[in-house]
C-alpha cells in the first residue's frame, strides 16, 4: 500500500521561497507519475506541478516560472521548489500518486 508523506512547508513573507518534499513507500516510486496539487481556503483543487517517471514535467500555467518540480529515484522522493511567493500561494500542498495522496503540507504567505 503507498504512503506518501509530504514535509517542508512553512510560513514566509511574500517573495520568500519553499522546498515541498513528497516521500514515498511502499512502492516502486520511480515508475509512476506524481502530481502536486493545491487547495487553499475556500478553493477548489488546483494542480500545481506533475512529473513523470521519466522526468517529464507540468507546471500549471498559474505557476509557471516559479515552480521546479524534480524528483530523485533513489530517495523515492519529488520536490517542488516555489519561489517568488504570492499571499495567494497559501494553501495546503499535498502530493499523489497511484490513486494516493498524503495528508499535504501547509503553506503560508503573509507579511
Known amino acids: 500500500q503507498v504512503q506518501l508523506v509530504e514535509s517542508g512547508g512553512g510560513s514566509v513573507q511574500p517573495g520568500g521561497s519553499l522546498k515541498l518534499s513528497c516521500t514515498a513507500s511502499?512502492?516502486?516510486?520511480?515508475?509512476?507519475?506524481v502530481v502536486w496539487y493545491r487547495q487553499g481556503p475556500g478553493n477548489q483543487r488546483e494542480l500545481v506541478a506533475s512529473?513523470?517517471?521519466?522526468?517529464?514535467?507540468y507546471t500549471a500555467s498559474l505557476l509557471k516560472g516559479r515552480v521546479t518540480i524534480s524528483r530523485d529515484n533513489a530517495k523515492d522522493t519529488v520536490n517542488l521548489q516555489i519561489n517568488n511567493l504570492k499571499p495567494e500561494d497559501t494553501a495546503l500542498y499535498y502530493c499523489?500518486?497511484?490513486?494516493?495522496r498524503g495528508q499535504g503540507t501547509q503553506v503560508t504567505v503573509s507579511s
Open positions: 512529473i513523470g517517471p521519466s522526468g517529464g514535467t
Open positions: 511502499g512502492i516502486n516510486f520511480g515508475v509512476h507519475a
Open positions: 499523489s500518486a497511484v490513486g494516493g
